[in-house]
């Protein structure tokens, strides 16, 4: 299996542009998370699907943040407007759900807003 | 609140040396803790669960305990490597969510 599979790797935006994240989870993983990465805070948890369905997204910072999950293979996260302060690195995970299970990463998308 | 407290200093030592992580956790009740390797420019990899139940796991150099009464977990790496150099995160989660919450990381640098 290739893995959890993130794109872009990079992306550079100026602020108030709309920015797309992607993410392929592993085959047959019914969980899907999205986290952010920064020196400040860590990693913080944005958003959680089961089943391709949103069970908790409070980490969500705001309006300007969504995501989608339109099938068991694909997930998006979108930033619109982008402003400087959601650079970052962006995390997508798979698991297979049950208690316990190990989350497998992608190799992130570093975001840099200017 | 809650909060989950990793040293935010690197750890150095000598290869072959035991090293020595600690996490600690407040105001959580973890149906199990997870800790994880990070190397530069990748995502987090698995490396060991304990649940609530347990007071102790290994995997080959790999050790992990689990004290409740703490609240603490310590994850050790016996006969250190250069190559054992990365950042690890525990993340521990509660019953029920099963969702992950991840401490900010300790950074490893084992000298040769």
């Known amino acids: 299996d290739a893995g959890v599979i993130q794109s872009p790797r990079h992306e550079v935006t100026e602020m108030g542009q709309e920015v797309t994240l992607r993410c392929k989870p592993i085959s047959g993983h019914n969980s899907l998370f999205w986290y952010r990465q920064t020196m400040m805070r860590g990693l913080e948890l944005l958003i959680y699907?089961?089943?391709?369905?949103?069970?908790?997204d409070s980490g969500m910072p705001e309006d300007r943040f969504s995501a989608k999950m339109p099938n068991a293979s694909f997930s998006t996260l979108k930033i619109q407007p982008s402003e400087p302060r959601d650079s970052a690195v962006y995390f997508c995970?798979?698991?297979?759900?049950?208690?316990?299970?190990?989350?497998?990463f992608g190799n992130g998308t570093r975001l840099t807003v200017t | 609140s809650q909060k989950i407290e990793q040293n935010s200093e690197a750890l150095n030592i000598q290869e072959g040396k035991t090293a020595t992580l600690t996490c600690n956790y407040t105001?959580?009740?973890?149906?199990?803790l997870q800790w994880y390797r990070q190397d530069p420019g990748r995502g987090p990899v698995f490396l060991l669960l304990i649940r609530e139940n347990e007071k102790e796991k290994r995997k080959e150099r790999l050790k992990v305990t689990f004290d409740t009464t703490l609240k603490q977990s310590l994850f050790h790496i016996t006969a250190s490597q250069p190559a054992d150099s990365a950042t690890y995160l525990c993340?521990?989660?509660?019953?029920?969510?099963?969702?992950?919450?991840f401490g900010r990381g300790t950074s490893l640098i084992v000298h040769p």
């Open positions: 995970a798979s698991s297979s759900g049950t208690g316990g299970s190990p989350l497998h």
């Open positions: 105001n959580y009740s973890p149906a199990y």
């Open positions: 993340a521990l989660a509660e019953g029920g969510s099963y969702i992950p919450t």
């Open positions: 699907f089961n089943n391709n369905v949103p069970i908790d």
